[in-house]
């Protein structure tokens, strides 16, 4: 998730009823039977124009390789096609 610059992540739920949760001391409170009838399971979605695209691609064995030396290779690639494709 991105940081905003009170270093929140973004994409957070900060709605009163969350608010209502959380003390001014940062401690939640105990979840009562309210919280659960409303709850929902999961991590809500992301918006649609956060969403990343899947493609399958075909690449030379020595490129998959190399890319599996990697820790993080989608962001490689996003990065590598980003500065080639200008």
Request: proline letters at 5%; charged letters at 35%.
């Amino acid at each position: 998730m991105r940081r905003t610059d009170n270093g929140a992540a973004s994409g957070q739920d900060n709605s009163p009823a969350r608010d209502a949760l959380i003390g001014k001391d940062g401690e939640v409170r105990e979840l009562d039977d309210t919280f659960f009838a409303t709850a929902k399971r999961g991590r809500p979605a992301m918006p649609a124009a956060e969403r990343k695209v899947r493609m399958n691609l075909m690449i030379e064995p020595e490129i998959a390789a190399q890319l599996d030396k990697l820790d993080n290779k989608s962001a490689f690639v996003n990065e590598v096609l980003r500065k080639a494709l200008g």
